[in-house]
């Protein structure tokens, strides 16, 4: 993404999430298609910038449990569910949203 810094401090998450307008409509002439990743835990306006202005999101939907927690599964199975449902009620307020299917 043009002007895109990993290091561009706490505007990081609002540029990735909301500076893709910029190229999505020279990647679509060309008919190709944007497809980001999002962390299960980004913040909702992240998740819902992402939503609009992307052609899919693809949920990184694990690390429940890590070294830094207490022991259990990467992704059980509730916690994957409620994480899955939370996010397609953010990123799914795009009007095609069933066509990309």
């Known amino acids: ?44 306006a992240f998740l819902k910038g992402l939503g609009k202005s992307t052609d899919a999101v693809i949920l990184m939907n694990y690390d429940q449990h890590e070294s830094e927690s207490e022991p259990g599964p990467v992704a059980a199975q509730d916690w994957f569910e409620t994480n899955l449902s939370r996010t397609l009620k953010l990123i799914s307020q795009r009007e095609d949203y069933l066509w990309h299917w």
Do not use: T
């Open 1 to 44: 993404m043009p002007g895109f810094r990993e290091n561009s401090g706490g505007r990081r998450e609002a540029v990735y999430a909301n500076g893709w307008p910029s190229c999505i409509n020279d990647l679509q002439a060309k008919q190709l298609r944007l497809y980001v990743n999002a962390q299960v835990g980004a913040n909702d």
